[in-house]
C-alpha cells in the first residue's frame, strides 16, 4: 500500500529512549541493594562487570538534563527488584525507594513521563536460590513487588510495563544466563514453559493490581516482536513461519490480551510432552489482566524454512531471532537484508510489518519500547562522535513507524534503545547503542563523562519537529 499523504506523528507522541537497571545504574551494591542474578552470574570473557555500568546512579541528575536538552518528552527505565526489596521479597529498602523517587522527579522537572519497566533480567540472587520463576509463589513474589512499587509511585508514574522480553527469556534464557534451570532438569522444554507459564500469571497478576490501586494509570506486556517470513513460497516454508511466529510472537500477546494460550503452541508442547500445569484461578486471573497498551521492542525480523528431522534444536547468532527449533522451523538468512557490525539484520519495511502484523490481532496502541544499532563508536580528539550508521538506522525505522501511522496503526510512542551508551548484556560497553557517549572501556572506568553524539542533535531536531524533518 503506497501513501502519497503521510498522517502527521500524533501531538501526544513520546519521543524518548529507553534503559534498564542493571545496565545503566551501577552502584551494584551499596545503599541497601541485594544483589540480582546479573550480578553473580558468570562474566561473558572480555566484557566488564557491572557493579559500576555507567554510573547512572551518581549521575542521574545529568544524564536527565541531557534527555531533556534532546528534547524527550518520555525516558523508559527499569527499576531494580533488589534495590527495593534485597531478598525479593519482606523488608523494603528506603534507600532504593528514595533514588527511585528523586530520579522519577527529575524526569518530572523536565516534563519527561516516566515509562517504568518493573522487571528486566534482574532476578534477585535470593529468589533464584529459591527456585525462581519455576516455583509457583514466584507469581506472589512478582505480585508483592508490583504492589510495593504501585503505593510508592503510583502517584506520578502513569506507564507501566510488566516484564521485558519476556519471550526472550522463554526462548534463549538459558543461553543468556537470565533463566535459572533447578538441576536434574530432564524435560527443560516442560521446565521453561512451566516457568513461562508462572511470568504470565504473575505479569497478569500485575496488571489486575495496578488497575486496582492505580485506576488512571496504563499498563501492558513488553516482548520482543518481529515478523517471521518464510524463506520461500513453498507451503512447507508457510507453514514453518507460521509455527515460528506463534512460538516467538503470539503466544506471548495473545496471553497478555485476550488470557489465552495459542492453540499451536499448546499443541506443539502436548507433542513435547511439555505442557505447563495450569490451574482454573491462573486461566481467571490471565482473562482479567487487560492490558492498555502494548510495549514492543523490536530489532530485526527472522527467516525460516522447513525442518527436517536431522535439525537439532540450537541458537545461531544473535539472541533475537535466529533458533532452529526441531519439529518447528529452521532459521536461515535472510539474503535480502544487511547486516550491522555484530550479525544483526537490519530490516526497516519488517518493523512495518510487524506493527501492522501486532495492531490487526490486537487493537491496542503500541509503544515502541526498544528498536536500535549496536556498534564501535569512537570518540575523537575534540570531543565528538560521528556516528552516520545509527541516525541511518534510526531514520529508516521512523519513516516506516510514520507509514505504519498512516496506515492506521494506533502508535503511542518510539524509545529507541538506547538513552545512554550502557553495558550491553553480551558484548560489554564496546558495543554501543547510546545517543550520549560514556567515556570508559571494559576494563578501563577513564572519566565516565558524557558526550553528545551526531546522533544526539539529530534526535534533538526529529523531536523538535515532531518527525518531519528526517534529514541529517
Same mark, same amino acid.
Given at each position: 500500500m503506497l501513501h502519497k499523504n503521510l498522517k502527521p506523528?500524533?501531538?501526544?507522541?513520546?519521543?524518548?529512549?529507553?534503559?534498564?537497571?542493571?545496565?545503566?545504574?551501577?552502584?551494584?551494591?551499596?545503599?541497601?541493594?541485594?544483589?540480582?542474578?546479573?550480578?553473580?552470574?558468570?562474566?561473558?570473557?572480555?566484557?566488564?562487570?557491572?557493579?559500576?555500568?555507567?554510573?547512572?546512579?551518581?549521575?542521574?541528575k545529568e544524564d536527565i538534563a541531557l534527555m531533556a536538552e534532546m528534547g524527550f518528552k518520555s525516558y523508559r527505565f527499569s527499576i531494580s527488584w533488589t534495590r527495593i526489596l534485597p531478598e525479593g521479597t519482606g523488608k523494603v529498602n528506603a534507600q532504593g525507594i528514595?533514588?527511585?523517587?528523586?530520579?522519577?522527579?527529575?524526569?518530572?522537572?523536565?516534563?519527561?513521563?516516566?515509562?517504568?519497566?518493573?522487571?528486566?533480567?534482574?532476578?534477585?540472587?535470593?529468589?533464584?536460590?529459591?527456585?525462581?520463576?519455576?516455583?509457583?509463589?514466584?507469581?506472589?513474589?512478582?505480585?508483592e513487588f508490583a504492589t510495593v512499587l504501585f503505593e510508592n509511585f503510583g502517584d506520578r508514574v502513569k506507564y507501566w510495563l510488566t516484564i521485558n522480553e519476556q519471550n526472550m527469556l522463554t526462548l534463549v534464557g538459558p543461553v543468556i544466563g537470565t533463566l535459572h534451570i533447578p538441576e536434574g532438569t530432564t524435560n527443560k522444554t516442560k521446565e521453561i514453559y512451566q516457568q513461562n507459564h508462572h511470568q504470565l500469571v504473575a505479569q497478569a497478576k500485575a496488571m489486575q493490581i495496578c488497575h486496582q490501586m492505580l485506576p488512571q494509570a496504563k499498563i501492558g506486556p513488553a516482548p520482543n516482536i518481529a515478523l517471521v517470513y518464510a524463506a520461500s513460497s513453498k507451503p512447507e516454508d508457510v507453514i514453518a513461519s507460521q509455527n515460528f511466529n506463534v512460538i516467538r510472537n503470539w503466544l506471548y500477546l495473545d496471553a497478555a490480551v485476550y488470557g489465552v494460550y495459542n492453540n499451536l503452541v499448546w499443541s506443539y508442547l502436548e507433542e513435547n510432552d511439555a505442557t505447563p500445569h495450569v490451574t482454573k484461578e491462573d486461566l481467571t486471573i490471565m482473562k482479567a489482566a487487560k492490558p492498555d497498551f502494548l510495549g514492543i521492542n523490536y530489532y530485526n525480523t527472522a527467516t525460516v524454512e522447513a525442518v527436517s528431522e536431522s535439525d537439532v534444536d540450537g541458537v545461531t547468532g544473535d539472541q533475537q531471532s535466529r533458533r532452529t527449533i526441531p519439529g518447528i522451523a529452521k532459521a536461515v538468512l535472510n539474503p535480502n537484508l544487511v547486516t550491522t557490525e555484530f550479525g544483526w539484520e537490519i530490516d526497516p519495511l519488517g518493523f512495518r510489518s510487524t506493527l501492522r502484523e501486532i495492531y490487526s490481532r490486537y487493537r491496542l496502541p503500541i509503544l515502541i519500547t526498544e528498536n536500535g544499532l549496536g556498534a564501535y563508536d569512537t570518540l575523537t580528539e575534540d570531543g565528538k562522535i560521528h556516528d552516520p550508521y545509527r541516525i541511518d538506522y534510526l531514520r529508516h525505522h521512523i519513516e516506516q513507524i510514520h507509514l505504519a501511522i498512516t496506515d492506521g496503526v494506533e502508535m503511542m510512542g518510539y524509545n529507541p534503545w538506547s538513552a545512554?551508551?550502557?553495558?550491553? @548484556?553480551?558484548?560489554?560497553?564496546? &558495543?554501543?547503542?547510546? *545517543?550520549? =557517549?560514556?567515556?570508559?572501556?571494559?576494563?578501563?572506568?577513564? @572519566?565516565?563523562?558524557?558526550?553528545? &553524539?551526531?546522533?544526539? *542533535?539529530? =534526535?534533538?531536531?526529529?523531536?523538535?519537529?515532531?518527525?518531519?524533518?528526517?534529514?541529517?
Open positions: 506523528f500524533p501531538d501526544d507522541f513520546f519521543w524518548g529512549a529507553s534503559s534498564s537497571a542493571y545496565q545503566v545504574e551501577g552502584a551494584a551494591l551499596i545503599d541497601g541493594k541485594g544483589p540480582s542474578c546479573q550480578d553473580v552470574k558468570e562474566i561473558p570473557e572480555g566484557t566488564s562487570d557491572l557493579s559500576v555500568s555507567v554510573d547512572h546512579y551518581h549521575r542521574y528514595e533514588f527511585y523517587n528523586n530520579l522519577i522527579d527529575e524526569c518530572l522537572k523536565y516534563d519527561i513521563e516516566p515509562i517504568v519497566t518493573m522487571f528486566h533480567f534482574d532476578m534477585p540472587a535470593a529468589l533464584d536460590e529459591r527456585g525462581s520463576w519455576s516455583k509457583r509463589e514466584s507469581i506472589d513474589w512478582f505480585a545512554i551508551d550502557l553495558i550491553s @548484556t553480551h558484548e560489554g560497553i564496546k &558495543k554501543r547503542y547510546g *545517543f550520549i =557517549y560514556v567515556d570508559r572501556d571494559d576494563f578501563d572506568l577513564k @572519566t565516565l563523562n558524557r558526550y553528545r &553524539k551526531d546522533s544526539f *542533535f539529530w =534526535y534533538q531536531k526529529v523531536i523538535a519537529t515532531k518527525g518531519q524533518d528526517l534529514t541529517n
